[in-house]
């Protein structure tokens, strides 16, 4: 069913941010992103042949915040990688309604394991990694709606873009990406304890030889 990824990990993290976070300006803001995200979620608007569910507002707030956040040339090096996964949306869309046969597996994870391994190889920065991947979602969001309406016309009014899956699509490679994130940062501080422990055990050494 579509859409429960998405109400899974956002109320994981609202657990994890109430009993496991210091209280912060980082977390009453990522916690009222979430409970938004959930409350809106039950509302959508039909405009252009898609279906804009209102949680989608929440993302676009986000994404908006990261961009001022990031230097021109990440911006402009997210933005490339961005124009990617919104043709990647597109490709995985069109399989969807024109060709079903070809599709191995499901949508949802036939996109996230092609556009994650590009974010990872890419972008260095979580920041513009987040980034990236909003902006590509919206993107894909309106390059299918605007394709799927030249290739089908009219026929298309009865196949909007699923906002649910795209939803999806955003929170679980969001969860992937600060997952990464965190295992990135764990690696550098273990790597700098050895290297420490090293130079330490090293110094030990040689005032013993002297």
């Given at each position: 069913?579509?859409?429960?990824?998405?109400?899974?990990?956002?109320?994981?993290?609202?657990?994890?941010?109430?009993?496991?976070?210091?209280?912060?300006?980082?977390?009453?803001?990522?916690?009222?992103?979430?409970?938004?995200?959930?409350?809106?979620?039950?509302?959508?608007?039909?405009?252009?042949?898609?279906?804009?569910?209102?949680?989608?507002?929440?993302?676009?707030?986000?994404?908006?915040?990261?961009?001022?956040?990031?230097?021109?040339?990440?911006?402009?090096?997210?933005?490339?990688?961005?124009?990617?996964?919104?043709?990647?949306?597109?490709?995985?869309?069109?399989?969807?309604?024109?060709?079903?046969?070809?599709l191995l597996m499901s949508p949802l994870w036939m996109i996230v394991i092609v556009v994650l391994p590009m974010l990872?190889?890419?972008?260095?920065?979580?920041?513009?990694?987040?980034?990236?991947?909003?902006?590509?979602?919206?993107?894909?969001?309106?390059?299918?709606?605007?394709?799927?309406?030249?290739?089908?016309?009219?026929?298309?009014?009865?196949?909007?873009?699923?906002?649910?899956?795209?939803?999806?699509?955003?929170?679980?490679?969001?969860?992937?990406?600060?997952s990464w994130s965190v295992l990135e940062k764990v690696k550098v501080k273990i790597t700098e304890n050895i290297i420490?422990?090293?130079?330490?055990?090293?110094?030990k050494k040689t005032k013993i030889n002297v």
């Open positions: 069913m579509d859409g429960i990824l998405f109400y899974w990990l956002t109320w994981m993290m609202i657990i994890v941010l109430m009993f496991f976070f210091e209280p912060s300006k980082v977390k009453m803001t990522l916690l009222s992103f979430s409970l938004t995200s959930i409350i809106l979620s039950s509302w959508s608007v039909t405009f252009a042949y898609i279906d804009w569910n209102l949680a989608l507002v929440p993302c676009l707030i986000f994404c908006i915040i990261i961009m001022m956040k990031l230097e021109k040339n990440q911006l402009f090096l997210g933005f490339f990688i961005s124009f990617f996964i919104a043709n990647w949306i597109w490709m995985i869309h069109r399989v969807i309604y024109l060709e079903p046969v070809w990872f190889i890419s972008l260095r920065n979580v920041y513009t990694r987040m980034y990236s991947l909003l902006l590509g979602t919206f993107q894909g969001i309106v390059l299918t709606s605007l394709m799927m309406t030249v290739e089908l016309g009219t026929a298309y009014t009865f196949h909007k873009v699923d906002s649910m899956l795209l939803l999806d699509i955003v929170s679980l490679s969001l969860f992937v990406i600060a420490l422990n090293n130079q330490y055990i090293s110094r």
